[in-house]
């Protein structure tokens, strides 16, 4: 696989591009505020990059996990998304939902929570709790597993993503490819991707390795203060939603602040740098 570049040294583009909102326009004639290089147009960009590999590398293997549609299984399990990815989320069901169904996908996060509490008050603790980034990944390695509930943008009738085209990094990449991770005594370990994938070298044989999309994206997720990283917390969609609705607008795709999407990724550290020495 070619290796995927920094972002720094990802071309500019001006906004003659489509648009992050998936309207088909171009961004300059439909978001004309945003900025081309802010980091949800190089998230969009990203994803188009990941996209590309899975289908260049399905094109030329014979072997392929057997994801399907309308197989949701993997769409129970608790994983985190970072910010950026949940408000396109949040611009595409603004786009291409209803307000009837806006609002049912936050009362149904609030039931989750709910669920979550009741059935796993560990990784409750972890969400609700202020915990640092290592923290939370350490919470989720020990206590994370299958919820008892889906995510709240799957349609469960017919087992299919509602928001398939801005789904997220994680979404689009687990059991499709692999990468590595851990120690390598974890590496090796059998352990299932899910109940149809076998996990280990034999999920290796049959997917391509992104492990070079890993530093790209958390360059994405996550904001530069001078040479450093600082880690941003990331949630999973509904705790995300339950934030949103909690402390933003109400039960409203609408975002206050838009500073992923007009700001430049460069504008938007140092404006984070700034709240972070604060």
Not at 24 to 31: A, E, W, Y
Not at 146 to 171: I, K, T
Request: glycine fraction near 6%; charge should be neutral.
């Amino acid at each position: 696989m070619p290796t995927t570049p920094e972002i720094n040294t990802l071309h500019q583009t001006d906004g003659n591009q489509p648009c992050f909102c998936g309207s088909g326009r171009k961004m300059r004639l439909c978001h004309k505020n945003a900025s081309p290089d802010s980091r949800a147009a190089h998230m969009v960009r990203f994803y188009r990059d990941v996209e590309q590999t899975i289908s260049d590398y399905r094109a030329d293997s014979p072997k392929q996990p057997p994801c399907r549609e309308g197989c949701s299984s993997c769409c129970s399990d608790y994983f985190p998304v970072s910010q950026v990815e949940f408000e396109l989320l949040l611009v595409y069901m603004e786009r291409h939902w209803s307000k009837d169904e806006i609002v049912q996908a936050f009362e149904q996060s609030e039931k989750n929570l709910e669920l979550l509490k009741q059935e796993n008050k560990e990784m409750y603790a972890s969400l609700v709790h202020p915990i640092d980034r290592q923290g939370e990944l350490h919470d989720i390695r020990h206590h994370a597993g299958r919820n008892s509930f889906p995510c709240p943008l799957l349609d469960v009738e017919n087992g299919r993503c509602r928001v398939y085209p801005a789904r997220p990094f994680l979404c689009r990449t687990h059991g499709s490819t692999h990468t590595f991770y851990g120690s390598w005594r974890e590496r090796l370990q059998p352990e299932k991707v899910c109940e149809y994938i076998d996990g280990g070298r034999a999920h290796r044989k049959i997917t391509p390795n992104i492990a070079d999309y890993w530093n790209p994206y958390e360059q994405l997720a996550d904001v530069r203060i001078g040479e450093k990283r600082q880690l941003l917390r990331q949630y999973p969609i509904f705790y995300w939603i339950v934030l949103y609705g909690r402390h933003g607008g109400g039960y409203t795709t609408e975002l206050g602040n838009l500073d992923n999407f007009n700001l430049s990724i460069g504008e938007h550290n140092a404006k984070m740098a700034t709240h972070t020495s604060s």
